[in-house]
């Protein structure tokens, strides 16, 4: 209830921003949109003035599936306020979005705001240079991928959403849930000296992020990030609330520390540096993956892709893995959808839209880093019990099977991603 509550809430403010504004302005409206929803204008025969075209430089997968750069059109412009609701009927229609375009209060206003897009635009051209998607580590991931077992995911959710009322930011329950994942993460890398694990503090709350550091032996600079979020929520939570969270995101936090165990246990040493992320306080705004993005960024850390692992073990539909396109990276997003089809042949692949910056992977995609976000089903398909005291593995059928494809998911990219190309050929003598 809470959740369809806070998310309603979020989803009308985005549309208010398409309608609401144009009942305030007069007849003639400034707004911007990119070419699809102007040729959409122009066909619906809509009065236009003052069109100023302006050029956006994207980051864009060509055929080959690498990133490139291309300029988009936007367009800046007076419109007759009756066809912005026909507009927008179109744009849900045809584009299946709401974004399509933007209503400005001035002409200096959406300069300002086609300015700010292309400083995000070329912010994503800024990644490292030299990331490639290719498939090439099949010796590795072939002989990983079959050591992950379902019975860890399962428990690991179950202690996560039974041994904590909740894991809210500023509870007791949130604060120990971090500091017993830190002990467990511990326990996960010892002997290994080329692994770390460290709290990551936030100024303002007390629950802690957990970050565990695999070193690359020869690119440890390139960062590869998996990560989803410790916290959990049911809306107004305080000390005794019980928010047992097991799908959101429990199942997220279970699938990526099972990938981690696989690679610590066999021994596996990526070239580019693997970390793995317990993020605090996401249910109250992204706040600890923001904290955590914004710090990489202001230090000019190289991460090379990041994947988010949020609610990964109901499955409300007959697909097994809905990749989500907005706040996400296509070119990653294609790499991923490769490396289900090369690895997991028989899972069904489909995409959806959240519609705002629903998780983790928006801090990260907002400060300019490549991001994807793969999710347990499409959008209104996906588990209706969380952000309550039901959000319990029962609803998954007390196992994790689901989630278990997350983790071949996630352990293929880590291992394809993290080893920065094929491996050096072996001396042939
Ligand atoms: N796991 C959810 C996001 C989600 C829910 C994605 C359902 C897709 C379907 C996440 O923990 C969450 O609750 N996000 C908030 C927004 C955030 C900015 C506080 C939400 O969706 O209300
Ligand atoms: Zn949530």
Sequence with gaps: MMKKLHRAALVSSTLATCFVASAQAGPMVWASMGEDAYRLLRRAGAQLEQVEPHSVAIQAPAADGRVGTRNESVYLMQVDEEAL????????????????FMLHTSRAEGRKVVAQFRDAAAKQAN???GVSYGIDDQAEVNALMPQLQESN???TIVKLSTEYKNRYYTTTGGVGSSNDLLTTWKQLAAGRDDVTVKQ???????????ILTIKG???PGKIVVIGGHLDSTIGWTNENSIAPGADDDA???????????????SNYKPRRTLQFMAYAAEEVGLKGSQ???ADYQSKGKKVVGVLQLDMTNYQGAASDITMITDYTNSAQNKFLKDLAAHYMPSYNVNESRCGYACSDHASWTNRGFVASFPFEAPMGDDNPYIHTPNDTISKSGNNANHALKFAKLALAYAVELGSDGPAPKADTK
Excluded: D, Y
């Excluded at 990551?200 to 957990?210: I, L, M, R």
């Excluded at 199942?251 to 246990?265: C, K, N, P």
């Design 153 to 155: 995911i399962r428990s």
């Design 200 to 210: 990551f503090t936030h100024p303002s709350w007390p629950q802690k992020s957990v």
């Design 217 to 219: 032996t020869t690119n």
């Design 85 to 100: 609701p026909r507009l927008s009927h179109e744009v849900h229609e045809n584009l299946k979005k709401c974004g399509g």
């Design 127 to 129: 990644q490292p240079a």
């Design 291 to 293: 904290g955590i993005a």
């Design 251 to 265: 199942s997220g936090i279970a699938t990526l520390q099972e990938v981690m165990r696989v690679l610590l246990s």
